[in-house]
């Protein structure tokens, strides 16, 4: 006897698959096609930068390509500097990371950053990375 799964079954499904999939990614386990290296600071670090989740939210809201003034418009100066990559062929990715401030990430032992990318003057995106 074979029972046909509802949709609210399969829906229930896929967000358990997705919440097991952001789980070990914040909990620094490898992902497949990720080679995230550690939090690897070049320069000053600002230990006292931070952003909110106001902040958070205006970065949410820029579009891949606007103009890296934007997104220091949105979350001010970066706790560090990354080093560079090379995503693309020919180009030079330039990455900054934000130390998110909240009360409960302070009682913690872990610490939330959120790495914003570059190509030259252009946004391309964001990552949570957890440490």
Do not use: H
């Not at 997705?18 to 670090?45: E, R, T, Y």
């Not at 890296?68 to 693309?88: G, I, Q």
């Amino acid at each position: 006897m074979t029972e046909k799964i509802t949709s609210n079954q399969g829906l229930a499904g896929v967000a358990g698959i997705l919440a097991l999939g952001i789980f070990f990614q914040a909990m620094g386990l490898p992902s497949f096609g990720s080679k995230d290296a550690g939090l690897d600071c070049q320069g000053s670090v600002r230990s006292q930068q931070t952003v909110s989740e106001d902040q958070i939210a205006k970065l949410i809201t820029l579009k891949n390509g606007d103009p890296k003034d934007a997104v220091r418009k949105a979350l001010k100066e970066p706790y560090c500097t990354l080093p560079a990559l090379s995503l693309r062929t020919g180009t030079r990715t330039e990455r900054e990371a934000y130390r998110v401030a909240s009360d409960a990430l302070e009682r913690s032992t872990s610490q939330t950053f959120i790495v914003v990318s570059y190509e030259g003057n252009q946004y391309l995106g964001y990552k949570f990375w957890v440490r």
